[in-house]
């Protein structure tokens, strides 16, 4: 049974870091691509950032360019996300995903399953 847990959310002051972590299990986590998505009250989710299974390709939205990094540590087989300069338009549940294939996919439907999510909030 494959299982996606994250962790690390919480509150953080506008400006302020945060380092999100996707423990993944029940499968070969190498072999797949991960990603991390995002949905904010009254908005469609969305795909922050994608590392592909081998770990040498990413992908980040525009918005999140320069200030997130995405990285995977496949010998504790967790993925991370680590956010600077955090700001309000940050804020939200925050998921992670693994892929069906090891190159990372756009659509949300190529990931075959997902964390329980983990909340972020920005106080200005």
């Known amino acids: 049974q494959v299982q996606l847990v994250e962790s690390g959310g919480g509150l953080v002051q506008a400006g302020g870091s945060l380092r999100l972590s996707c423990a993944a299990s029940?499968?070969?986590?190498?072999?797949?691509?991960m990603g991390w998505f995002r949905q904010a009250p009254g908005r469609e989710r969305e795909r922050v950032a994608g590392?592909?299974?081998?770990?040498?390709?990413?992908y980040y939205a525009g918005s999140v360019k320069g200030r997130f990094t995405i990285s995977r540590d496949d010998t504790k087989n967790t993925m991370y996300l680590q956010m600077n300069s955090l700001g309000a338009e940050h804020a939200a549940v925050y998921y992670c995903?693994?892929?069906?294939?090891?190159?990372?996919?756009?659509?949300?439907?190529?990931?075959?399953?997902w964390g329980q999510g983990t909340q972020v909030t920005v106080s200005s």
């Open positions: 590392i592909s299974g081998s770990g040498r390709s990413t």
């Open positions: 995903a693994s892929a069906t294939v090891n190159f990372i996919p756009a659509q949300a439907s190529r990931y075959d399953y």
């Open positions: 029940g499968r070969t986590f190498s072999s797949y691509a």
